[in-house]
C-alpha cells in the first residue's frame, strides 16, 4: 500500500483525513502539525506520499517544510491550503508539487491528486513515458476525469492502479505476469491486479531485466524461478509454460552453453 505523511496543525481535519485516507485503502505513516515533527516522521518512516498543509505551526510553513524533506529524499508532494495568493503560488511552485488542493477539500479531488502525484513523481524521475494528461503542477479540481489506467515504476516498486488509487508492489513481490485477452494480469503471492495493456507494453514500460517472458502470455520474474524443465517454469504453486521460441532466451539468463 502507498505510505502517506500528512502535515496539518488542525486536528480536527488531521483526524478527519486520516480517516478518509486510510478507509480509501491508503496507509497514514504519521500526522505532524509542524515541520519539526514532520522532518522527524519523514526521518523515520518509509513514505510514499506528502500531503502538506502551508500554513503550520512552528517557525517553518509548509513549503520551507517540503524543501527540507526533499533534500533528504524525493517523494510527491500534494498542497493543501486556503492560501491562493500569487506569491503563495510562486514559492510553492518551485517546490515541483504534484498537485495543489483548496480548503476545503472533497473526496473527489483527493483521489484526482493522488493519482496525479504518484504519476507526475514518476514522469519526473524518467521512469514513465509522457503519455497521459497530467499537468505538473495543477489544481487538482481543474482535472475532473482520472487518467485511463496506469502501471508506475518508481525505484524498485511500481504503482499500480486499480480504480481509483494507485496500490504499491514491491518488484520483488512479483511471481509472474499474465496476458489475458486486453488485460495483463499482475500476480504476487498476495494478491491479483490486472491492467488493460498488453503484456509486451507493460514488460516495455517496466524495463526490468529479471521479468524475463518464458510464453506469448507470460513473463516470470528469474527471483521466483524455484525449477524448470524443458517445457515448464515453476513459480511458486504455478508451473507456466516455456514456449519454444522463448526457451534459448531463457536458458540464456542461467549462462547456458
Not at 524495463?207 to 524448470?228: G, I
Request: with cysteine; glycine share 4%.
Amino acid at each position: 500500500m502507498i505510505n502517506i505523511l500528512l502535515v496539518e496543525d488542525e486536528a480536527v481535519l488531521a483526524m478527519e483525513m486520516e480517516e478518509t485516507l486510510e478507509s480509501e485503502g491508503y496507509t497514514v505513516v504519521g500526522t505532524a502539525a509542524s515541520g519539526e515533527k514532520a522532518l522527524e516522521l519523514f526521518r523515520e518512516s518509509s513514505v510514499d506520499l506528502l500531503l502538506c498543509d502551508i500554513s503550520i505551526q512552528g517557525p517553518w510553513d509548509g513549503i520551507e517544510t517540503v524543501q527540507r524533506l526533499m533534500a533528504i529524499r524525493p517523494v510527491p508532494v500534494i498542497y493543501l491550503t486556503a492560501l491562493a495568493d500569487h506569491e503563495t503560488i510562486q514559492r510553492a511552485k518551485a517546490t515541483y508539487p504534484a498537485a495543489y488542493i483548496s480548503k476545503p477539500y472533497n473526496l473527489t479531488s483527493l483521489r484526482i491528486a493522488i493519482e496525479l502525484a504518484i504519476n507526475n513523481f514518476a514522469l519526473r524521475k524518467g521512469e514513465l513515458t509522457p503519455g497521459t494528461d497530467t499537468p505538473g503542477v495543477a489544481e487538482a479540481e481543474s482535472n475532473p476525469v482520472p487518467s485511463r489506467d496506469s502501471i508506475l515504476k518508481v525505484e524498485d516498486h511500481i504503482f499500480v492502479k486499480n480504480n481509483y488509487r494507485f496500490v504499491k508492489i514491491s518488484l520483488a513481490d512479483i511471481l509472474y505476469l499474465e496476458a489475458d485477452n486486453n488485460y495483463t494480469v499482475i500476480n504476487t503471492a498476495a494478491q491479483k491486479l490486472a491492467i488493460r495493456q498488453p503484456l509486451k507494453a507493460i514488460l516495455d514500460r517496466l524495463a526490468v531485466p529479471r521479468l524475463v517472458r518464458t510464453h506469448r502470455s507470460f513473463a516470470v520474474n528469474l527471483d521466483q524461478v524455484e525449477s524448470f524443465t524443458e517445457t515448464e517454469v515453476q513459480v511458486g504453486p504455478r508451473d507456466i509454460p516455456l514456449g519454444r521460441n522463448y526457451k534459448q532466451a531463457f536458458l540464456d539468463y542461467f549462462n547456458f552453453s
